[in-house]
């Protein structure tokens, strides 16, 4: 549990990088740890940073029409590894709750009108 911490800190750092290929970067790598079952279940592992980080990425806005399409690619499948992630721990926060519903949701919404 000590290196998912750290692992997950060393993640959140490279998120609020303002290079979108370490933040891109920083998501497949998030995503390869959601795509991992752990033996041992999460008692503090919590996941509001990336829901809004990766929300935010969803509605990226960068000058560059194809770096804006990766990061918010990136975005949606950080979102996605998020929800495989908690849905796959029962001790983590429910991702269904409205505080993270209210961010996913209109994110995703928002790239299939843009796509």
Known sequence: NLFVESFLKMIQKLLEST?????????????????????????????????????AMCHANHDDLAIRKQI??????????????????????????SIHMDKIVPSLLYNMQNS
């Not at 497949?28 to 990766?54: C, G, L, M």
């Not at 918010?72 to 709750?97: C, F, H, M, P």
């Open 72 to 97: 918010r690619l990136a975005g949606i499948q950080g979102l996605q590894g998020v929800v495989r992630k908690t849905l796959s721990d029962d001790l983590v926060e429910n991702i269904w709750e």
């Open 19 to 55: 290079d979108p290929q370490l933040q891109i970067m920083a998501t497949q790598s998030f995503v390869r740890f959601a795509n991992i079952e752990e033996d041992t279940p999460s008692y503090h592992t919590r996941y509001d940073f990336f829901v809004s980080k990766f929300s």
